[in-house]
């Protein structure tokens, strides 16, 4: 079945780097987009960009550029996010989500709980 | 950037009833890119309706979609016990994409 996987759990401190990794499986990596989308602590969603695992093209919100770099290595069918300079404010719960061109984000990954903290 | 305003904040209803829920953006998004999503506590978002009215994979008949423009609508034809949760509204048609606040349907 089509799945997405993600690396556990993080904790880091003010001014820190994250890199959060998705695995997908069940499904061809290169023929889809892969987004990325964060929900703070009893909040909504924010997206944050997506990656081409074709051609490995992004498109970044204006919030994170500079600070998100969205990679991928298709030897694995993974993707990655990394998060640079890291705020409290980024404490959250990330995830990336399949996108198709019709059926939107139609499948996502558990989650990774990212903890910003001193 | 399209914002996508929600209401009601919380619903609260009984089983067996129908529920409503509005998802209204700040200018016109094509349907054939509003979703709408269900989000219970400790899981990911769950793809319920794409294109506006299109139920995705395994998503029961009770939940549909509709609207155009900037009004969308969710409805649930009668509500069953694991249907009380958050749902949101999603344009994915511009950049960047963006979600509604969401919609919390409690048990009344």
């Known amino acids: 079945q089509v799945q997405l996987v993600q690396s556990g759990a993080e904790v880091k401190k003010p001014g820190a780097s994250v890199k959060v990794s998705c695995k997908a499986s069940g499904y061809t990596f290169t023929d889809y987009y892969m987004h990325w989308v964060r929900q703070a602590p009893g909040q909504g969603f924010e997206w944050m960009g997506w990656?081409?695992?074709?051609?490995?093209?992004?498109n970044y919100a204006q919030k994170f550029q500079g600070r998100v770099t969205m990679t991928r290595d298709t030897s694995i069918s993974t993707a990655y996010m990394e998060l640079s300079r890291l705020r409290s404010d980024d404490t959250a719960v990330y995830y990336c989500?399949?996108?198709?061109?019709?059926?939107?984000?139609?499948?996502w990954g558990q989650g990774t709980t990212v903890t910003v903290s001193s | 950037e399209i914002v996508l305003t929600q209401s009601p904040g919380t619903l609260s209803l009984s089983p067996g009833e129908r529920a409503i829920l509005s998802c209204r953006a700040s200018?016109?998004?094509?349907?054939?890119?509003l979703a709408w999503f269900q989000q219970k506590p400790g899981q990911a978002p769950r793809l319920l309706i794409y294109g506006a009215s299109s139920r995705a994979t395994g998503i029961p008949d009770r939940f549909s979609g509709s609207g155009s423009g900037t009004d969308f609508t969710l409805t649930i034809s009668r509500l069953e016990p694991e249907d009380f949760a958050v749902y949101y509204c999603?344009?994915?048609?511009?950049?960047?994409?963006?979600f509604g606040q969401g919609t919390r349907l409690e048990i009344k």
């Open positions: 990656v081409i695992p074709n051609s490995g093209g992004t």
């Open positions: 999603q344009q994915y048609g511009s950049s960047p994409i963006t």
């Open positions: 989500a399949r996108g198709d061109v019709y059926y939107g984000l139609d499948v």
């Open positions: 200018q016109s998004v094509n349907s054939i890119y």
